[in-house]
């Protein structure tokens, strides 16, 4: 499986697009990025494409109405997850505009999620030390 690398004007847009929020955490996944809430990704970004997690009613309005692609690699696309139009990425500021507002609206809907609890972390095994000489 082949993973893209998002480019610095990539992840750049992916920034703007991102909702300004207290709460809101953008870190690195796999060389690109994702957005979170509470632990909770609500979008994020793959190659150049960026995708959020909607609810199923605006998930719906989204894919009937828009070229939407799926998001992720295009063996196994996440699930849940709309790649928002990918002439989005080409059509200037005004479609920033549109990407911002599914943005949000994924934002607004994972943040009614309960907060993930983080993984429980495994002791490691330990491996016995060379016996001292």
């Given amino acids: 499986m082949e993973m893209p690398k998002a480019s610095e004007q990539d992840k750049e847009r ?3 697009v991102v909702p300004d929020h207290p709460d809101v955490v953008v870190k690195p996944m796999f060389g690109n990025l994702g957005a979170f809430i509470n ?3 609500f979008a994020g970004l793959f190659g150049s494409t ?3 997690k909607l609810s199923d ?3 719906n309005v989204l894919e009937s109405s828009e ?3 799926p998001f992720g690699p295009a063996e196994r696309p996440m699930g849940g997850y709309t790649g928002l139009p990918e002439v989005w ?3 200037g500021d005004g479609d920033d505009t ?3 507002a599914w943005a949000e609206k994924a934002l607004e809907y ?3 999620l309960p907060p993930k609890e983080p993984k429980a972390r495994t002791p490691k095994a330990r491996t016995p030390r060379a016996a001292a000489k």
């Fill in 14 to 16: 992916f920034r703007r």
């Fill in 98 to 100: 549109r990407a911002r």
């Fill in 50 to 52: 960026i995708g959020v």
């Fill in 57 to 59: 009613a605006d998930r």
């Fill in 110 to 112: 994972i943040a009614t």
């Fill in 89 to 91: 990425n080409e059509e």
């Fill in 39 to 41: 632990g909770n990704m």
């Fill in 67 to 69: 070229r939407t692609v």
